[in-house]
């Protein structure tokens, strides 16, 4: 399906609409600016029948639980406080300005203009994230065009939709395909017509959206990242089994999906018992916390589980040596390692344990540098600002308690950028 | 493969007095495996399973999921016939089989269509619910349901999906014209193929007021899957009124098969609609958090045992489907093995079956 001009198309007619489009684009940029007030008043709408129960009947395919915490993150973060509020983080002043008189030299304008069109490739992990980041498209001005992820229930484009049936003149701004990832030519064509794109993606993804960008596109990449906590002295940590049941929670929700997700659990520590000493009483968390949090449905537990058995098989089938030191619990295992790489765990509450003494810390940073968002730090108090200085001038860019690696923080950036201020532009006119 | 072979020469395809000759010819196909198949034996170490002497029961075999074998070929020896599963997606499971293989299909086929009254001499026309075999579908769907049009004398073949220029595309009216026809002729009609294809028929002939009145011995033969009716809750008794007020053929004549390519056992259902376990096979359950084998009764994995081949690792499968097995001894039609129901699939991940594919070609055709 595509959303082309308010009106819904089907996905063989995106040639015709595309060189359709390379035609409206000019006539819609030389229309005066998208208010951003027009986007904000949209969303908020959006929020009002969402909390109405407008569109329960679309959350259904998720467990109970999920969409209520769905529909509560909905009434704060579409309100219009808060995207006021977002706007105003991330592109600071909006308002035109001139610059102070300096001898010698001329005056000038400067204002934040969109960048014009903005063709964005939107992930699947993570629900609503092709409507969000459309959102923020709209919300800086541009023109969007959405390439929806492979993975996409089709509930992206019907809140786009509602989007345009409250403020009709989004239309112009809206353009959603379902093209396949593995549409090459069409993907090209719709970079060929935008001044940026915003991928979001793994290494590979990114890395073919380079190679058919136009050279001269603006690439915004949000690229695929690593999280890891990292544990030191717990013996000295106050509520030390309150955090770690917070992580095993924040495991178990996020199942390792999200870039901010841990994916490895680091100790303190060069001894390999201090590390199995380390699973051995983590393990049952993890296990009460899987177990707390596992979806009623059973397709979804069944096919997770399937899948992490056939990642197992495949692990024998590689020719690396087997690893002996896993700890299975039910539906999880803890993983033992003797290296300290960050790498990507087999994901679904199948964590790696590493070890990485204090001294190393730089070192492992300095060679994850390309993946590194999200630390969780579980360390007594006076520890905690050194480990956090440590960590950020690392390259980390999210520094959080365990339980709270996945946690959204209102104000905060995305991968060390604020979103918003990638879409535009800065222009300065001669007095 | 002696053991096979006694076991595949069974002359009741739901003895339940075989179960040691079933295991022993499991180990045989076992101890084959992890000596032709080096990929197999690493697997086997890896879960703790190193010879013969580690099975004691069918569900210590190791099980391979077939979502491992669409990613990964396997081989275990020589092959005459190769079979492709249904991957719409890109990722298609390649398994291969020996002569030896063939023929115990062969006496199994014979047997258990026999025992069910669907083998028969008497001609008759086949209206195929499915893909007309062309060179680019090398589906074994396609296959299997061109296939049983020889278990009768065939008279005429008509085939639902036709390939065009466009891909696969249903051709209904040319299908009501055939029953027009064949309605006034003595042969009996067949139908096979996907439920979900011969759902959407009775459906249109429904809503245009049409109905038949097929020869007496018309069967419809059903196979390819009923997930996605769990779902649409068009249930089986609506299937079976429509057929009878559409077609005119009763519930008795409507023969349920369940297959996949990496199981190529023969189930099929009994007058009281049960997928009864022959003797060919084991089924376990298995938990869905765990792989735990569970009792008759829950929903589960569908693990599915076989030492049908020996030229792919297929002995113990384990495939994407849910399903419960239900104790058999009760069921009224007198076979006294567990039967199976198939109550869906796992969560869509990017694998689809092909009757998952058959539906998305639907969804292009306004009724």
């Given at each position: 399906?595509?959303?082309?001009?308010?009106?819904?198309?089907?996905?063989?007619?995106?040639?015709?609409?595309?060189?359709?489009?390379?035609?409206?684009?000019?006539?819609?940029?030389?229309?005066?600016?998208?208010?951003?007030?027009?986007?904000?008043?949209?969303?908020?709408?959006?929020?009002?029948?969402?909390?109405?129960?407008?569109?329960?009947?679309?959350?259904?395919?998720?467990?109970?639980?999920i969409?209520?915490?769905?529909?509560e993150?909905?009434a704060?973060?579409?309100?219009?406080?808060?995207?006021?509020?977002?706007?105003?983080?991330?592109?600071?002043?909006?308002e035109?300005?001139?610059?102070?008189?300096?001898?010698?030299?001329?005056?000038?304008?400067?204002?934040?203009?969109p960048?014009?069109?903005?063709?964005?490739?939107?992930?699947?992990?993570?629900?609503?994230?092709?409507?969000?980041?459309?959102?923020?498209?709209?919300?800086?001005?541009?023109?969007n065009?959405?390439?929806?992820?492979?993975?996409?229930?089709?509930?992206?484009?019907?809140?786009?939709?509602?989007?345009?049936?409250?403020?009709?003149?989004?239309?112009?701004?809206?353009?959603?395909?379902?093209?396949?990832?593995?549409?090459?030519?069409?993907?090209?064509?719709?970079?060929?017509?935008?001044?940026?794109?915003?991928?979001?993606?793994?290494?590979?993804?990114?890395?073919?959206?380079?190679?058919?960008?136009?050279?001269?596109?603006?690439i915004?990449?949000?690229?695929?990242?690593?999280?890891?906590?990292?544990?030191?002295?717990?013996?000295?940590?106050?509520?030390?089994?309150?955090?770690?049941?917070?992580?095993?929670?924040?495991?178990?929700?996020?199942?390792q999906l999200?870039?901010?997700?841990?994916?490895?659990?680091?100790?303190?520590?060069?001894?390999?018992?201090?590390?199995?000493?380390?699973?051995?009483?983590?393990?049952p968390?993890?296990?009460?916390?899987?177990?707390?949090?596992?979806?009623?449905e059973?397709?979804?537990?069944?096919?997770?589980?399937?899948?992490?058995?056939?990642?197992?098989?495949?692990?024998?089938?590689?020719?690396?040596?087997?690893?002996?030191n896993?700890?299975?619990?039910?539906g999880?295992?803890?993983?033992?390692?003797?290296?300290?790489?960050?790498?990507?765990?087999?994901?679904?509450?199948?964590?790696?344990?590493?070890?990485?003494?204090?001294?190393?810390i730089?070192?492992?940073?300095?060679?994850?540098?390309?993946?590194?968002?999200?630390?969780?730090?579980?360390?007594?108090?006076?520890?905690?600002?050194?480990?956090?200085?440590?960590?950020?001038r690392?390259?980390?860019?999210?520094?959080?308690?365990?339980?709270?690696?996945?946690?959204?923080?209102?104000?905060?950036?995305?991968?060390?950028?604020?979103?918003?201020s990638?879409?535009?532009?800065?222009?300065?006119?001669?007095? | 493969?002696?053991?096979?072979?006694?076991?595949?020469?069974?002359?009741?395809?739901?003895?339940?007095?075989?179960?040691?000759?079933?295991?022993?010819?499991?180990?045989?196909?076992?101890?084959?495996?992890?000596?032709?198949?080096?990929?197999?034996?690493?697997?086997a170490?890896?879960?703790?399973?190193?010879?013969?002497?580690?099975?004691?029961?069918?569900?210590?075999i190791?099980?391979?999921?077939?979502l491992?074998?669409?990613?990964?070929d396997?081989?275990?020896?020589?092959?005459?016939?190769?079979?492709?599963?249904?991957?719409?997606?890109?990722h298609?499971?390649?398994?291969?089989?020996?002569?030896?293989?063939?023929?115990?299909a062969?006496?199994?086929?014979?047997?258990?269509?026999?025992?069910?009254?669907?083998?028969?001499?008497?001609?008759?026309?086949?209206?195929?619910?499915?893909?007309?075999?062309?060179?680019?579908?090398?589906?074994?769907?396609?296959?299997?349901?061109?296939?049983?049009?020889?278990?009768?004398?065939?008279?005429?073949?008509?085939?639902?999906?036709?390939?065009?220029?466009?891909?696969?595309?249903?051709?209904?009216?040319?299908?009501?014209?055939?029953?027009?026809?064949?309605?006034?002729?003595?042969?009996?009609?067949?139908?096979?193929?996907?439920?979900?294809?011969?759902?959407?028929?009775?459906?249109i002939?429904?809503?245009?007021?049409?109905?038949?009145?097929?020869?007496?011995?018309?069967?419809?033969m059903l196979?390819?899957?009923?997930?996605?009716?769990?779902?649409?809750?068009?249930?089986?008794?609506?299937?079976y009124?429509?057929?009878?007020?559409?077609?005119?053929?009763?519930?008795?004549?409507?023969?349920?098969f369940?297959?996949?390519?990496?199981?190529?056992?023969?189930?099929?259902?009994?007058?009281?609609?049960?997928?009864?376990?022959?003797?060919?096979?084991?089924?376990?359950?298995?938990?869905?958090?765990?792989?735990?084998?569970?009792?008759?009764?829950?929903?589960?994995?569908?693990?599915?045992?076989?030492?049908?081949?020996?030229?792919?690792?297929?002995?113990?499968?384990?495939?994407?489907?849910?399903?419960?097995?239900h104790?058999?001894?009760?069921?009224?039609?007198?076979?006294?093995?567990?039967?199976?129901?198939?109550?869906?699939?796992?969560?869509?991940?990017d694998?689809?079956?092909?009757?998952?594919?058959?539906?998305?070609?639907?969804?292009?055709?306004?009724?």
């Amino acid at each position: 399906m595509i959303l082309f001009d308010g009106k819904t198309y089907e996905s063989s007619e995106q040639d015709r609409l595309l060189t359709e489009l390379e035609k409206k684009i000019p006539e819609i940029l030389a229309k005066d600016q998208l208010s951003p007030e027009v986007v904000i008043d949209a969303v908020d709408k959006l929020r009002i029948d969402t909390m109405a129960g407008k569109f329960d009947h679309l959350l259904t395919e998720f467990p109970k639980d999920i969409a209520d915490s769905y529909k509560e993150q909905a009434a704060t973060l579409l309100s219009r406080e808060h995207l006021h509020k977002k706007l105003e983080t991330e592109l600071g002043v909006t308002e035109e300005y001139v610059t102070d008189p300096l001898k010698g030299f001329a005056q000038i304008r400067v204002k934040k203009v969109p960048l014009g069109v903005l063709f964005h490739i939107s992930a699947g992990n993570m629900d609503f994230l092709p409507a969000y980041s459309l959102a923020e498209g709209l919300l800086t001005g541009n023109i969007n065009i959405l390439k929806l992820p492979s993975a996409d229930n089709g509930l992206s484009l019907k809140l786009i939709m509602q989007l345009i049936e409250y403020r009709p003149e989004l239309k112009d701004y809206i353009y959603v395909f379902d093209t396949a990832s593995t549409d090459i030519q069409g993907m090209r064509k719709m970079a060929e017509l935008s001044n940026a794109v915003s991928v979001w993606g793994s290494d590979m993804a990114i890395e073919a959206v380079r190679g058919l960008a136009p050279t001269g596109v603006k690439i915004i990449e949000w690229g695929q990242k690593l999280g890891f906590c990292y544990i030191s002295k717990l013996s000295e940590v106050e509520d030390a089994e309150g955090e770690l049941d917070g992580l095993a929670k924040h495991i178990a929700t996020t199942k390792q999906l999200l870039c901010s997700s841990c994916q490895v659990i680091y100790i303190d520590t060069e001894d390999e018992n201090e590390l199995r000493t380390f699973a051995e009483s983590f393990l049952p968390r993890l296990e009460k916390a899987a177990n707390e949090n596992a979806t009623e449905e059973i397709g979804i537990r069944a096919r997770d589980t399937l899948s992490s058995y056939t990642r197992r098989l495949k692990a024998y089938l590689g020719n690396e040596e087997v690893n002996e030191n896993v700890l299975r619990g039910r539906g999880v295992s803890l993983i033992l390692s003797k290296d300290s790489e960050l790498e990507l765990s087999p994901m679904m509450c199948n964590v790696l344990i590493k070890p990485l003494p204090r001294a190393n810390i730089s070192k492992v940073l300095y060679q994850s540098r390309y993946h590194l968002q999200t630390a969780g730090l579980i360390c007594p108090k006076e520890d905690r600002a050194g480990l956090t200085e440590t960590f950020t001038r690392g390259g980390l860019i999210r520094v959080t308690k365990g339980a709270d690696m996945s946690a959204y923080f209102p104000g905060e950036c995305h991968d060390g950028e604020y979103a918003l201020s990638r879409y535009m532009r800065i222009v300065n006119v001669e007095e | 493969m002696k053991l096979r072979r006694k076991l595949f020469g069974s002359k009741d395809p739901y003895d339940c007095t075989k179960s040691e000759l079933f295991l022993g010819a499991c180990k045989e196909n076992f101890n084959h495996l992890i000596t032709h198949c080096d990929d197999y034996k690493k697997i086997a170490d890896g879960l703790g399973v190193h010879s013969a002497d580690d099975i004691s029961k069918p569900e210590d075999i190791p099980v391979i999921p077939t979502l491992l074998m669409k990613q990964h070929d396997f081989r275990s020896g020589r092959y005459m016939v190769m079979a492709t599963s249904s991957g719409t997606s890109g990722h298609a499971s390649h398994i291969r089989f020996e002569f030896g293989a063939l023929i115990a299909a062969l006496k199994m086929s014979l047997r258990v269509t026999r025992y069910h009254g669907i083998l028969s001499m008497r001609p008759c026309r086949y209206i195929v619910m499915g893909y007309k075999p062309h060179r680019s579908n090398k589906t074994a769907v396609a296959k299997t349901a061109y296939l049983t049009t020889f278990l009768a004398p065939a008279i005429s073949r008509k085939f639902i999906l036709k390939h065009t220029s466009e891909g696969y595309k249903p051709d209904f009216d040319s299908i009501v014209n055939a029953l027009r026809k064949y309605e006034k002729k003595k042969a009996p009609v067949r139908f096979m193929g996907f439920p979900s294809y011969t759902f959407f028929l009775f459906r249109i002939l429904e809503e245009r007021g049409l109905s038949f009145q097929l020869p007496k011995g018309s069967k419809i033969m059903l196979g390819g899957g009923w997930k996605q009716f769990y779902r649409e809750a068009a249930d089986k008794e609506t299937f079976y009124k429509l057929a009878k007020k559409t077609l005119g053929i009763e519930e008795e004549n409507i023969v349920e098969f369940y297959g996949a390519v990496e199981h190529p056992i023969l189930y099929t259902a009994c007058p009281a609609h049960h997928f009864h376990v022959p003797v060919y096979s084991n089924i376990v359950i298995r938990d869905p958090d765990t792989l735990e084998p569970i009792e008759n009764g829950r929903t589960g994995l569908v693990n599915l045992i076989s030492p049908l081949c020996k030229a792919t690792p297929i002995l113990s499968v384990m495939t994407d489907d849910l399903g419960i097995l239900h104790d058999g001894t009760t069921c009224p039609c007198g076979v006294k093995s567990p039967y199976l129901e198939i109550i869906g699939r796992v969560a869509p991940d990017d694998i689809k079956t092909c009757a998952a594919g058959a539906a998305d070609i639907l969804q292009g055709v306004k009724v």
